[in-house]
């Protein structure tokens, strides 16, 4: 059984929300976040979670990380040849971020900068790395996490989905414990809100994703902010 909870806001600078999100059952969850120009990244990104709710559809549902991963793969090809028929589309991309849970399992998938927590008692853990040059840059030791929240070029990706043929998608699996909760967000929460505040939200808030929608916006909301909270009973 599991609690599930989900929001999107586009915060309160930008104009257009470029993140997508979906809850597809049995108990999957995905996050995207839309880069390109004009309405580019809101398609990419939209693409992304329709793509993988239909290839999930057409597969017998006992899903491990390789079968997210194809999803992926799936999208990767239809954003591309949307992009490459349509001059306005160019460019365009979006980063996937897909978590399936069964009994004993968590699997993953994930391409970008959106990123799937996990809380267990009171350790809070980043389970993806980002596919970013400032995470490359603090892999090397030559930027800490914190300097790499502010940095500059922190929205530069090392990949994307959609804007290049092959993808290098992480995809792994990890033992689920009764209690765990587990939190899928775009960058729109992470640049804004520190860890040890997303953590006391996941365990006190009665609604967990309105909660860090509101602290998201707090502090500033520069970006489109995407949660989706799953609570493992
Ligand atoms: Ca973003």
Wanted: contains cysteine; glycine residues 6%; aromatic residues 4%.
């Amino acid at each position: 059984m599991t609690r599930k909870f989900q929001a999107t806001h586009v915060g309160r600078v930008r104009r257009n929300n470029e993140d997508s999100l979906i809850i597809i059952e049995p108990e999957t969850f995905a996050v995207a976040d839309g880069m390109g120009g004009a309405s580019a990244g809101e398609v990419a990104s939209q693409m992304l979670v329709e793509t993988v709710k239909e290839f999930l559809a057409e597969t017998p549902p006992i899903w491990d990380e390789k079968i997210l991963s194809r999803a992926i793969v799936s999208a990767n090809e239809k954003i591309l040849n949307m992009a490459r028929r349509n001059e306005e589309y160019r460019g365009m991309g979006t980063t996937a971020t897909i978590l399936h849970l069964n009994d004993k399992r968590a699997y993953f998938a994930h391409v970008g900068d959106s990123r799937i927590y996990r809380l267990r008692g009171n350790s809070f853990e980043q389970i993806t790395e980002d596919h970013s040059y400032v995470e490359t840059l603090v892999r090397r030791g030559e930027l800490t996490h914190e300097a790499a929240r502010v940095h500059p070029l922190k929205n530069v990706l090392t990949q994307a989905v959609g804007a290049m043929d092959e993808l290098n998608i992480d995809a792994a699996n990890l033992p689920v414990e009764n209690g765990d909760i587990y939190l899928l967000c775009t960058d729109g929460l992470t640049n804004m809100v520190d860890d040890e505040t997303v953590a006391n939200i996941l365990k006190t808030a009665h609604n967990p994703a309105d909660a860090l929608i509101d602290a998201a916006l707090s502090a500033g909301g520069k970006d489109n902010v995407s949660v989706i909270v799953v609570g493992v009973d």
